[in-house]
């Protein structure tokens, strides 16, 4: 068994927030990062995401490191882009704990975070120190459109590109008319400010009235001059075990939904945006089904939390060795 399997198997026999610490300790320790993603350096594998130059389309989703102080590590797997946080304006300690329970049967994940983060000048002086191996993303939220605005002016220098997260399940703006004002009001505030792409998050829709929900978003961010989008949170559901009692669901369970809502956004978004698809992703052939339904790039978490960081590599390659195909269907 490879040594990072072993890692993984002992991680997941501690409680899940134990073991989310015990990795970012691991991501401190100056190990062949390269070596345990193994992801293949490959002219075949690049993409172009809203001008950015990925060297794969293999990206880390928001919240595995919401201090931004591992990106670096994580980069050095062998994403072709990371994003760090969620980041606000002001330091953020979470919500009470426990606040993240595993469905280790279904390989999914049920979390209440509440978007723990050292605030946004910390993570600007964090970012301003750390080597750049690769394209950086940062997510960032506020519910206060000036907090979120200063966060967005301080991070922006820093990364190759932001994610608005417009869809934490444990931090609401209100009501579903809300988020829409919010967002557009938000996206028309950054318009003229901003020098790089700019992503919009979105959450996941089963029911009609939710899909109508977010297509509506979808269309808010495409009319206000987003660059792209991601398709998707997590879902809301109950769960007894969290001191919060809900949260937002990660992972396989996921993963049914996701190819239908890529291909639902990007038709009712006439194409015009970059999507990054995200929901339960954890194999090559996951990440191409998204593919080929009209994303960019796939996003992972909670897959590299089951599987571990080889687990890059074998998407990266698994895309790599099927690429004649994904060209074949127009998408190479
Ligand atoms: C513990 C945990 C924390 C997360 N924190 C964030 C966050 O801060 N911001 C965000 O946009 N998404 C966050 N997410 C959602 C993931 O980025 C991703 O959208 C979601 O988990 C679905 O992808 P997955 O099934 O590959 O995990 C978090 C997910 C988990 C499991």
Known sequence: MEASRVVTSALLRLPP?????????????????????????????????AGIALPNPVGLAAGFDKSCRRLDALSRLGFGYVVGGTITRRPRIGNPRPRIARIRERRSLVNAM???????????????????????????????LADALETHALLEPHVDAIELNASCPNVSWGRDRDNEEHLAALLRAIAPRRERPLFVKLPPFRTDVERDVVLALARIARDAGADGLTCS?????????LASRAGGLSGRDLFPDTVGIVAEVRAATDGALAINACGGIASARDALACLRAGAATVQIYTALVYEGPALVGRIARGISAARPSTARAGLG
């Open 233 to 241: 949170n997590t879902r809301p559901v109950a769960d007894a075990r």
């Open 17 to 49: 927030e134990t073991a989310h610490r015990g990795a970012d300790r691991l991501l401190g320790l100056p190990l062949p990062w390269e070596r345990i993603g193994g992801a293949p350096r490959s002219d075949a594998l690049g993409v172009d995401l």
């Open 114 to 144: 509440g978007l723990p983060n050292p605030g946004a000048d910390v993570v600007a002086r964090t970012l301003l120190r750390l080597p750049r191996r690769g394209p950086r993303f940062v997510s960032i939220a506020d519910e206060d």
